[in-house]
Structure formats: C-alpha cells, structure tokens
C-alpha cells in the first residue's frame, strides 16, 4: 500500500509558466487537503474537499485552483506564481469527514516548488 | 482559538524516554488532543491522539492532565529515527478550517 504520492516530487517553474500538482490516495479515504509549508515556517491549510466538493477556501490565492475530479485524486493548478509562492506543498487525506474529531491525516511526501 | 504552545526544542539520549510537553490553557470541552510528527524531507505522520483519558499506541502514549489545559507525548525509549519535529494540535468537531493551526512544534534531537 502506498498511501499518499504527490507527483512531481520537485518542480522549477518560471512566473509565467503554468503547471500542476497531482495527489492520489490508494487509502479510500473520504476528504483530501492541500497544505503549505515554507521554509521555517508551520504548515497552512490552503484547502479542504470532502467527498469531491470544496469545503473551505483559507483565503488562498486566485492563482492556486484545486481540482479534485474524484475522491481519490486531487490536483492543484498553479499559474503566474510568484517567487514566495516557493514552497513544500503538502497533500493529505482521512477517513472521516473532514473536521471529525477523531479524523487522522495521512500526508504525501510533498512537491517542493522552487519559482523563479 | 484554542491554541498550543510547545518548547522549540528538546534533546534526548537514545535509548531514554522521552517526554514532550504542550500547554493548551484555552483548550474547550470538545477539543481533541492530536499529535503528529515530521520526520526530515518527509509529510506529518499521525502520531496520536487523545480526549480526556491516557492513550497508548505502538507509537507512543498520550498522557493528559485531568484539567486538560496541558498533556505530554511519551516515547518510551528513543531512537535515531524519532529525531523529528512533532506538532501538538487541537481539534474541534466541526471546526472551521482556518482555526486548524499547526504550530512551529518542537524538533526533537536524538544523540547516539
């Protein structure tokens, strides 16, 4: 069982360019996020989908757009990004509805975005 | 915002138990004590997680203190491979997502 993968696993983008992140859970879980770690800081909730629809948006910006098209991926669009947007981007996934108070995550291992 | 705080670091001999506290002062009745950690170049991994009574896993126990406002993680014989960041978390039923705050966690050291 692999869990979480995140595809690719390192990215360079220039500011113009447009790409995507690819999640997939093999865990048959139910909610799936995508978080933000930057250097030295703590992880960001950026956003929330339980079973296919967009629960909470955490004030991210336009030029991220998520996609999740089923329940075991999720995918998130990136265009015209600016070099802070340089970044560890985190999937992850659980079991429960998101916001359960038993829910556990399980994590990818990350995309780590360098834009330049 | 019922919210966590954690010593930056901490450093242990492996081998030895290891005790990592976290002060949730505000904590509410509903709020769940989850714990998870971040091994280098690696996503979070669950660790565990707790109400009100102690919890024991393969991993490691909870222990919560009877007015919840504190609780500390266990390990109970370090090793190299627990040399991780472990974040300390609060969860409430139903929480809207952007009061889900990972803090800076504590980043645990493990000397050989």
């Known amino acids: 069982e692999t869990g979480v993968t995140q595809t690719p696993r390192h990215l360079v983008m220039g500011m113009t360019n447009k790409k995507s992140l690819k999640c997939e859970q093999h865990?048959?879980?139910?909610?799936m996020y995508w978080y933000k770690q930057s250097a030295k800081k703590p992880l960001e909730l950026m956003f929330v989908?339980?079973?296919?629809?967009?629960?909470e948006n955490n004030s991210v910006p336009s030029r991220f757009s998520p996609e999740c098209p089923n329940s075991s991926h999720l995918f998130l669009h990136l265009h015209t990004l600016q070099p802070e947007d340089s970044a560890l981007y985190l999937c992850?996934?659980?079991?429960?509805?998101?916001?359960?108070?038993?829910?556990?995550?399980?994590f990818g291992p990350g995309t780590r975005l360098l834009v330049l | 915002d019922a919210k966590t705080t954690q010593p930056n670091s901490m450093e242990s001999n492996e081998e030895e138990p290891v005790h990592l506290p976290c002060n949730h002062s505000?904590?509410?009745?509903?709020?769940?004590i989850h714990w998870y950690r971040q091994l280098p170049s690696q996503g979070p991994e669950y660790v565990i997680h707790?109400?009100?009574s102690n919890v024991n896993n393969r991993m490691a126990s909870l222990a919560i203190a009877e007015d919840r406002k504190s609780s500390t993680l266990i390990l109970h014989r370090a090793t190299l491979r627990d040399a991780a960041v472990y974040y300390c978390?609060?969860?409430?039923?139903?929480?809207?997502?952007?009061?889900?705050?990972f803090g800076p966690g504590t980043s645990l050291s493990v000397i050989p």
């Open positions: 989908y339980n079973f296919k629809e967009q629960t």
């Open positions: 865990l048959g879980h139910n909610a």
């Open positions: 707790g109400l009100t």
């Open positions: 978390i609060l969860r409430d039923w139903g929480t809207s997502y952007d009061k889900v705050i």
């Open positions: 505000t904590i509410s009745g509903t709020d769940y």
């Open positions: 992850a996934s659980s079991q429960e509805p998101a916001g359960g108070p038993g829910e556990t995550q399980y």
